[in-house]
Structures are given as structure tokens and as C-alpha cells.
């Protein structure tokens, strides 16, 4: 079973928040991975990163930001929350040599 | 631009019924094909693909990769009320990132 951890699991905070999302591995994973899901829909690969010091924006613009300062945390930060921030994010990492990438269980992100 | 299509977007079914869910892509590049099952939060991996013809199969679930037509499908036979979850097909295209190109899932509910 893959060791990826996220928290919070769920959130919910007002607008203009700031709030931080926590994704850690204990796999020793190069990649990693942040996406959104809306319920029913696909999920969006917002950033990832190669390794420490390297992160790159996704496909899905986002208005979040992300550090990679540790090989095994992978933080998602939004500056200033809005309601169009409500979704659930997920992290991923994989291994160099796979596409398989192993998903944390998610957090559900209410902002009112 | 990449592009995962699934059909049907969902589907109901009686326990013991045989289904098969459809997968096509449109990636440049192409190197692996990935199955996922999502139960309310995660995405757990099922299967890998990436050579045409080659059938991957874990117990009930079995997979086909056909890369001249650009499809897979993923069947499930004598289906129980556990299997009830959306089914995400992704695909990898080389790339030092790995990244993933995911369908919008198909809905499966088996009922009892």
C-alpha cells in the first residue's frame, strides 16, 4: 500500500483565507503531483514537480502555489481563498521508471 | 492537446452482470495506458497498459490495450455492489514529468 498522507482531510474557511494543503511521501518519490476533481468530473493536473527546487504549473490554470523544499513534502498554498476554490485536491508521486502514480486521499475544500 | 474520452459516463447494473467500459485516446506520444477505480475519495490503480493485444487481468477485472484503434476497455464479469465506483482511464506520454491525461470516468452502480 502506497505511504502518501494529505491533511487536512476536509476544510472549510471563509473567504480571502489563507490556507495551506499538506501532502507528504514516505516512498522517496522524485514526482509529485497536485490535482483538482469537481465532483463528476476529471481530475485537472494544476502543478507538479520534477524533485527539490523543481515545480511546474499544469494543465488547469490555478490561482495556488507550491514548494518543493523536501523530497517528501509537496504543500499547496492559496493566498486568498474564494468560493471558486471549492473542489477537492489530491496528491499523487511516482517512481522515475512508471507512469503508475500512487494518490493521497484527497482534501475537500469548502470556502463560503 | 491530449484527450481521454470514456463512455458510458455511467451505467447501472445487477450483481452478477458482465460490463465492459470504453477508453479512447488522442495523446501525442503515447506510452502507457492506466485504469483507476474511485471510491469516494482516492483513485486506486488497477492497471498499467502499453502493448497492443497484451490482456491484464485480477481476478474479475480484465484489461486490452489496442493501440492501432487508440482504445481500451476494462470488463468486469459476475459484478458485486463493491465494484459500484467510477472508473478513471488515463494515459502517459513521454515526458521527463509523467504526467497523466485523465477521463471524466465512467459511474458504475451495481445493484443488489
Known amino acids: 500500500e502506497a505511504d502518501i498522507y494529505q491533511t487536512p482531510r476536509y476544510l472549510v474557511i471563509g473567504t480571502g483565507k489563507k490556507i495551506t494543503l499538506e501532502c507528504s511521501q514516505t516512498?522517496?518519490?522524485?514526482?509529485m503531483y497536485w490535482y483538482q476533481q469537481d465532483p463528476g468530473m476529471e481530475l485537472h493536473l494544476i502543478h507538479y514537480?520534477?524533485?527539490?527546487?523543481?515545480?511546474e504549473k499544469g494543465d488547469l490554470s490555478s490561482e495556488s502555489t507550491v514548494s518543493r523544499i523536501r523530497t517528501e513534502h509537496f504543500p499547496l498554498t492559496l493566498e486568498s481563498a474564494r468560493p471558486s476554490h471549492t473542489s477537492q485536491y489530491l496528491c499523487a508521486s511516482t517512481r522515475d521508471t512508471t507512469y503508475e502514480q500512487y494518490f493521497g486521499p484527497g482534501t475537500r475544500l469548502t470556502v463560503t | 492537446e491530449d484527450k481521454v474520452v470514456q463512455s458510458p459516463l455511467s451505467l447501472v447494473v445487477h450483481e452478477g452482470d458482465t460490463v465492459t467500459l470504453n477508453c479512447s485516446y488522442e495523446?501525442?506520444?503515447?506510452?502507457?495506458l492506466l485504469w483507476y477505480k474511485q471510491e469516494k475519495k482516492a483513485p486506486t490503480f488497477l492497471f498499467m497498459l502499453t502493448s497492443s493485444g497484451i490482456e491484464k487481468k485480477s481476478g474479475r477485472l480484465s484489461s486490452i490495450l489496442d493501440k492501432k484503434e487508440l482504445f481500451s476497455i476494462l470488463n468486469i464479469t459476475a459484478t458485486q455492489t463493491g465494484d459500484s465506483a467510477v472508473y478513471l482511464c488515463?494515459?502517459?506520454?513521454?515526458?521527463?514529468?509523467?504526467?497523466?491525461?485523465f477521463g471524466s470516468g465512467t459511474q458504475l452502480t451495481v445493484l443488489p
Open positions: 495523446v501525442t506520444n503515447f506510452r502507457s
Open positions: 514537480s520534477y524533485g527539490v527546487n523543481s515545480t
Open positions: 516512498m522517496g518519490h522524485d514526482k
Open positions: 488515463a494515459v502517459g506520454a513521454s515526458g521527463s514529468a509523467r504526467q497523466l491525461t
